[in-house]
C-alpha cells in the first residue's frame, strides 16, 4: 500500500492478521495517515485474552485471534501515536445477524447439503448456533473503534458528529 490517505478502515481483519504481525498493521496505518488522518477499525474480540475454541480455529478459520481490545491498543495503536476516540461494543447486534444467517442458512439446507453434504450442513449449523450463543452471552464481543493522532485536537464532540 503506497500514498495518503485521509482515512483507514479495516472490517473483519484483525482477528486474521495474529498478533506477531500487529506492529506491521500499525506501521502501515502509521505510514498511509497524515496527521489529521482517521481510522476505524471492526473486529471480533474478547474481553481478555484467549485462544479461538479449537474447533472452530481448526474447521471454519484456521490462523483466527480474536485479540482483547487491549491487545490492539498496545499491539497497534499506542506505538503509532494513535489515540482511541471512540469504541462500541457492537455484539448483541452480531448475535442477531447470526440469528438471521442462521435462519437463512435452515432455509437452504437441502441445496447446501447437495452442494456438499450432511456434515458440512451439520457443521455450519453449529458454528452459526454456536457463534450467536457467544455473542449473546459476552463471550465473543464486536468492536468498532475510532482512532486520530495523538494530540489531533481537531476532532468531533460527540458519537453523532464523529460518525456523520
Known sequence: MRGAYDVFVSVGMIEHVGRGHYAALGALMDRCLPERGRGLLHFIGRDRPGELNPWIRKRIFPGAYPPALREVLAG?????????????????????????????????????????????????????????????????????????????????????????
Do not use: C, K
Request: charged share 25%; hydrophobic share 45%; glycine share 4%.
Open 76 to 164: 497497534i495503536l499506542e506505538p503509532w501515536r494513535f489515540s482511541v476516540l471512540d469504541v462500541e461494543n457492537l455484539r448483541l447486534h452480531y448475535a442477531r445477524t447470526l440469528g438471521h444467517w442462521r435462519e437463512r442458512f435452515d432455509s437452504a439446507a437441502a441445496r447446501v447439503a447437495a452442494m456438499f453434504d450432511e456434515t458440512f450442513v451439520r457443521a455450519w449449523r453449529l458454528y452459526l448456533a454456536g457463534s450467536q450463543a457467544s455473542f449473546t452471552t459476552g463471550y465473543m464481543q464486536l468492536f468498532q473503534l475510532t482512532f486520530a493522532r495523538t494530540g489531533d485536537n481537531d476532532v468531533a464532540w460527540t458519537r453523532a458528529e464523529l460518525y456523520r
